[in-house]
Nanobody
């Protein structure tokens, strides 16, 4: 059974940093295309970072501030966030795809396994 469990969210001030973790079970993270999405109140879920065999992809709004990585020994996906802004406030979700190739790595429809989310709140 595939499970994704996010952690590491919290409340920080503008300019602060957080590292989100996504512990995976039921599959090996090194073999799947994975991503982080976020959903703010009243807004659609958006992809912020993804990683596949070709490397990472980032949404324009987080480039230079967010870094996606995975520790295959721990079977865990990470999202390291720096220079956080109030507009980064959202519920953050980890996702994994069973597709061998993901054409649009930041699009929700590419992923079929999701975690429950972890809340990130950035105050000004």
């Amino acid at each position: 059974q595939v499970q994704l469990q996010e952690s590491g969210g919290g409340s920080v001030q503008s300019g602060g940093s957080l590292r989100l973790s996504c512990a995976a079970s039921g599959f090996t993270t090194s073999t799947r295309n994975m991503a982080w999405f976020r959903e703010a109140p009243g807004k659609e879920r958006e992809g912020v970072a993804a990683i596949d065999k070709y490397g990472p992809s980032y949404a324009y709004s987080v480039q230079g501030r967010f870094t996606i990585s995975r520790d295959n020994a721990k079977n865990t996906l990470y999202l390291h966030m720096i220079s956080l802004r109030p507009e980064d406030t959202a519920m953050y979700y980890c996702a994994a795809s069973t597709k061998s190739t993901v054409v649009a790595p930041l699009q929700e429809y590419e992923y079929n396994d999701w975690g429950q989310g972890t809340q990130v709140t950035v105050s000004s």
